[in-house]
């Protein structure tokens, strides 16, 4: 499967932005996907993740009530919203793709695929 993250950009602090993860070469229903960001000097972390049906998802901590995360499966596609944006989620965000690890993984080896991530630069 193949995964293309779009929508990144230049947002002020406490501003909104919403990034898209397109899947191809598979359906988007039979995979448990994930959103990770690395922010510059740092490693990849996890930021939210739904599993392929149900509506389930997960959230770190640091963006719980602030960003969500969905799919549209008819559209092959997740999203993630995210609100009451700070400078510290200036990141690359990524896409991930998984059909052997659970939903609720955040661990960066469980997921297989990954698409080139989108720059989201959150301004003070």
């Known amino acids: 499967v193949q995964l293309q993250a779009s929508g990144g950009g230049l947002v002020q602090s406490g501003g909104s932005l919403r990034v898209s993860c397109a899947v191809s070469?598979?359906?988007?229903?039979?995979?448990?996907l994930a959103w990770f960001r690395q922010a510059p000097g740092k490693e990849r972390e996890f930021v939210a993740s739904?599993?392929?049906?149900?509506?389930?998802?997960v959230y770190a901590q640091s963006v719980k009530g602030r960003f969500t995360i969905s799919r549209d499966n008819a559209k092959n596609t997740i999203y993630l919203q995210m609100d009451s944006l700070k400078p510290e989620d200036t990141a690359v965000y990524y896409c991930?793709?998984?059909?052997?690890?659970?939903?609720?993984?955040?661990?960066?080896?469980?997921?297989?695929?990954w698409g080139p991530g989108t720059l989201v630069t959150v301004s003070s």
């Open positions: 991930a793709a998984t059909d052997r690890a659970p939903y609720n993984s955040r661990t960066f080896a469980d997921y297989d695929s």
């Open positions: 070469g598979g359906t988007a229903s039979s995979y448990n």
């Open positions: 739904t599993r392929k049906s149900l509506g389930l998802t």
